[in-house]
């Protein structure tokens, strides 16, 4: 068939066409109205959330089509296609990838009485550009056999010499170790986190890939003071009660832990408006709180108890993201990360 | 899994086959019209195209390479040129090694170490890396480990490491190669060498070994294009390389002019990699086509001998592909059984198979469009294109993302404006995170495996053929449809087979342009990975061995019937 369709002499030129055309009209067609369908670009799509949209889909009746990918990712996504994005919500596990979107005008604004219940006024963007799905607290983190407690309170302490080639960290790529240098230039100035950070380099840490990986690295013996956010302990201790690390919350008596913020925002060309808002109601609601919380993050929801297994870990002093200060301050903070040699 | 460079220099197809566009039939063949060259020029363009933006990158807002050469660049570059040296190194002794052992002595177990020695060519270095990881420093969900907390293996997280476990999946390129090239020598030289008084282990190492010198440094190159190429051993074990830098400025800074600054850095570092390895082969050619009886018969060994030269290849299969298959079985096992498969997986799969089908057949089509075009109108200008088309497969997969990215962004805004203006209807970007624009990507990547499938393959048939039928009344495409194609099955299977395999197991392409919501295989392993969700993890790279072992297999059972000559041809 297609042999004889060439032999008709159909150069192939015009074939080629055809099929480009046939795309482009398959494209087009698909491409229409899309109905009650809302595309979110959820950078917590990996393992055990997509429940809490599929609870929302039987809830509401509204489909959802999720994209997953990392924050940054989703964000480097978002700014390409612009106008042309299919996305609706973007949802992220990091404060900063939210503050580019609304920054680079990719997200509009949504309020509503729910939103403004379900969320404190520190969670929330004051024009509604995000909203907060869970807070996460970035903290020491150290190994219970090989060091004391109380040895580790504060953030500078991974730069004390004692722990020389004793530390371990995740990549300077690593969207909350950026978040929480942004944080730290904003709160501490720049001189005084290069300091720091030029301190915590000086102990030659080991460079892991993910926070899962460095408790495994730690618990294994090969590393005895680490930086990882404090739900992958969590799910750690849930699996095994004995397992070797312990967090070591950081300047109690002062400032507190640092604690990001993963949120959602509505994208700024979606014409779902109204029913990206009710996801993001829904996201926020006690009956999806509790499945996010069930994997040991903190509720943004302040009726939502954190999980069995943490709630020790509920009156640490925490230290919110200063994300108007920082922000802005992102782009400084990585370029001061590869300056000190962060890998 | 690669087909080899030496092909359109050293290999078989141009030189052997006389060339169709001299001789007696060409000056009326000129004469007819250029469209299939055309065609053919226009398809190469297509697949070369997008990596002339790489350049173009330092033009223009080229400031960002200051920054990157200050911070970035030094290490990273540093790093890559030591994988490229380590590896070469490690494959060329472990891999040009275990050839010459195979070749020239007998030991218990020979017969089969001779082909299990290429199956951990269908372990991509990223699954390997995360298994060792997974039995080093185990996460506690993972009990089910087989060497429980007893593996100590300091330093993996290190260049060193990224070198031993690529070496372990790379040195089967050295192998192949070198092993093909042993077999081609004749005992003569041998005998001869002996004669004048020397003993067999001399003889083989002053006669044998400089003999198949051009084969064993083509294996070699092969195997520093794939390390270069690496993207998921490195940004698993946390090695810096520059693969993974391009990674980090595009996505963690969003930069994408310096990611294509460090794309051309890369690039350039690849080519000159090849120009060496052309250069230090010069016009050397491996000796082959002796008749069968003539090969070595390898020297028995015994006693203490026999016994370490069939432990040590064992231990080095045990490591680097039978216990990571048995873990990641054991792992994947313990998943179904718990019932933690990922939901998406079976998504994940179909996925996979599409772009890999999809992928080939496109694959198959602008070769065997390139290749006729060649032939039925030569031309040099045309034979220039067509190989600097097949320059993509020595482009890392994340070099050719950041390629490609530019141009389709480009395209989707111009088709979304026409059918915004024309139609009067939005519709969705084509190219920019879809399957389409991975397709394209893979085929930039991976049109050279099919073209020098398909090359090899045209080059033994008869221009006489092509004669024949044209005197006959036929038309150039009818020629090509149905005195071509018929001939060309097996090239074009194997070529198929080859893209098809290769677009399975990518990851670096696939994680840079990867359609959200549409993950492979690939992207399932390392997305687990980098949240050492082990488990998760098992089962999808499980299926990547599995798919990527028949090509091997097939590889192994053509070295069977064709003697291993011609297995190395294919590679």
Redesign the interface.
């Known amino acids: 068939m297609l042999a004889r369709l060439i032999r008709r002499r159909w150069p192939l030129p015009v074939l080629a066409v055809l099929v480009l055309a046939a795309i482009v009209g398959v494209a087009v067609v698909a491409g229409g109205d899309d109905g009650e369908q809302l595309v979110i670009y959820n950078g917590r799509s990996h393992y055990g959330d997509e429940q809490v949209f599929l609870d929302f889909e039987e809830e509401t009746g509204i489909e959802v089509v999720l994209r997953g990918g990392t924050a940054p990712e989703l964000y480097e996504r978002l700014r390409r296609e612009g106008e042309d994005t299919p996305a609706d919500v973007l949802v992220t596990t990091d404060l900063a990838n939210l503050w580019r979107a609304e920054e680079e005008g990719l997200l509009q604004p949504t309020t509503s009485s729910t939103l403004e219940a379900n969320v404190p006024a520190e969670l929330h963007d004051p024009d509604g550009y995000w909203w907060a799905v869970s807070t996460r607290l970035r903290v020491p983190v150290v190994s219970t056999e090989r060091v004391e407690p109380g040895a580790v309170t504060s953030y500078e302490d991974l730069g004390d010499p004692r722990f020389a080639g004793r530390t371990c960290l995740r990549t300077s790529n690593s969207e909350y170790n950026q978040s929480l240098v942004a944080d730290m230039i904003a709160k501490r100035g720049p001189d005084a986190t290069e300091e720091l950070l030029r301190s915590w380099m000086a102990n030659d840490p080991e460079i892991v890939g993910s926070d899962g990986e460095m408790l495994a690295v730690m618990a294994a013996g090969d590393c005895d003071v680490g930086l990882s956010n404090h739900y992958y302990l969590a799910r750690a201790l849930e699996e095994d009660p004995d397992f070797p690390v312990a967090p070591a919350w950081p300047d109690q008596d002062g400032a507190g832990a640092h604690a990001n913020v993963s949120g959602a925002g509505v994208v700024r060309w979606s014409d779902q408006s109204e029913a990206a808002t009710r996801l993001i109601e829904y996201l926020t609601s006690p009956p999806a709180q509790e499945l996010i919380v069930a994997r040991g993050e903190f509720a943004a929801n302040p009726e939502v108890p954190p999980a069995e297994q943490i709630r020790d870990w509920a009156d640490v002093e925490t230290d919110p993201i200063d994300v108007e200060a920082a922000g802005p301050l992102l782009a400084d903070a990585v370029a001061l990360m590869l300056e000190v040699g962060w890998r | 899994m690669a087909l080899t460079r030496t092909a359109p220099e050293g290999g078989a197809a141009p030189d052997t086959a006389p060339d169709p566009g001299s001789g007696s039939g060409s000056r009326r063949r000129r004469r007819g019209p250029p469209?299939w060259a055309l065609?053919g020029a226009?398809v190469a363009l297509v697949v070369v195209g997008p990596l002339l933006a790489l350049p173009a990158s330092f033009v223009g807002e080229g400031a960002a390479f200051d920054?990157i050469a200050r911070?970035?660049l030094p290490?990273a570059l540093r790093t890559s040129i030591l994988l490229a040296l380590g590896v070469g190194a490690g494959t060329l002794v472990v891999g040009g090694g275990l050839a010459l052992l195979v070749s020239f002595w007998d030991f218990p177990g020979r017969k089969v170490l001779d082909w299990a020695l290429i199956l951990p060519m269908a372990m991509p270095g990223y699954v390997l890396a995360f298994v060792v990881?997974g039995q080093?420093?185990?996460?506690?969900?993972l009990q089910s480990n087989l060497f429980g907390?007893g593996l100590?293996i300091?330093g993996v997280?290190s260049p060193v490491g990224a070198i031993a476990i690529l070496v372990g999946v790379l040195y089967p390129y050295v192998y192949v190669l070198g092993r093909s090239a042993f077999l081609g020598q004749s005992r003569q030289s041998l005998e001869a060498a002996r004669c004048l008084g020397r003993t067999y282990g001399q003889a083989v190492r002053q006669v044998a070994l400089p003999l198949a010198r051009p084969a064993l440094a083509a294996g070699v190159a092969l195997a520093v294009m794939e390390a270069l190429a690496d993207f998921g051993t490195v940004?698993?074990?946390?090695v810096?390389a520059l693969t993974s830098a391009i990674y980090?400025v595009?996505?963690?800074?969003?930069d994408q002019a310096a990611a294509l600054q460090l794309a051309t850095v890369l690039v350039g570092l690849a080519l000159t990699l090849v120009t060496i390895e052309r250069l230090l082969r010069g016009r050397a050619r491996y000796q082959q086509n002796l008749s069968r009886g003539d090969a070595v018969a390898p020297r028995r060994l015994h006693g203490w001998r026999a016994v370490l030269a069939a432990a040590l290849p064992t231990a080095l299969l045990l490591v680097v592909f039978v216990v990571p298959v048995v873990q990641l079985v054991a792992w994947s096992v313990e998943t179904v059984a718990e019932g933690t498969v990922?939901?998406s997986l079976w998504r994940a799969a179909r996925t996979t198979l599409l772009l890999g089908v999809a992928t080939a057949a496109v694959a198959v089509v602008t070769a065997t469009?390139v290749v006729y075009g060649q032939r039925s109108t030569p031309s040099r200008p045309g034979r220039v294109l067509a190989r600097v088309a097949t320059v993509g497969y020595s482009v890392p997969g994340t070099v050719v993302a950041v390629a490609v990215f530019v141009p389709l962004?480009w395209i989707?805004?111009r088709?979304?404006d026409l059918?915004a203006s024309w139609?009067d209807?939005?519709?969705?970007?084509?190219f920019?995170?879809t399957l389409?624009g991975l397709i394209v990507a893979y085929l930039v990547r991976f049109h050279a495996l099919a073209y020098f499938s398909v090359e090899s393959r045209m080059g033994r048939i008869s221009p006489s053929l092509d004669d024949a039928a044209r005197a006959l009344g036929a038309?150039r495409?009818?020629v090509l449809?149905?005195v071509h194609?018929p001939l060309l099955r097996t090239g074009i299977v194997t070529a198929a087979l080859l893209v098809g395999v290769e677009v399975m197991k990518e990851l670096p392409a696939t994680a840079l342009l990867?359609?959200?919501?549409g993950?492979t295989l690939a992207i399932t392993v390392w997305?687990?990975?980098?949240?050492?969700?082990l488990d998760?993890a098992a089962l999808p790279a499980l299926l990547i061995v599995g798919v990527s072992l028949v090509p091997v297999i097939l590889l192994v059972r053509l070295m069977r019937s064709e003697g291993w000559t011609g297995a190395a041809d294919r590679i």
Do not use: C, H, M
Request: aromatic share 6%; no cysteine; charged share 30%.
């Open positions: 469209g065609v226009l920054e911070t970035l290490d990881l080093y420093g185990l996460a506690s969900p907390d100590r300091p997280r940004n698993l074990l946390g810096q980090r595009w996505y963690g800074a969003f990922a939901p469009i962004v989707d805004r088709v979304v059918s139609l209807r939005d519709i969705e970007l084509l920019t995170g389409l038309d495409t009818r449809t149905e194609l990867r359609p959200l919501g993950d997305e687990a990975t980098k949240d050492s969700r998760t």
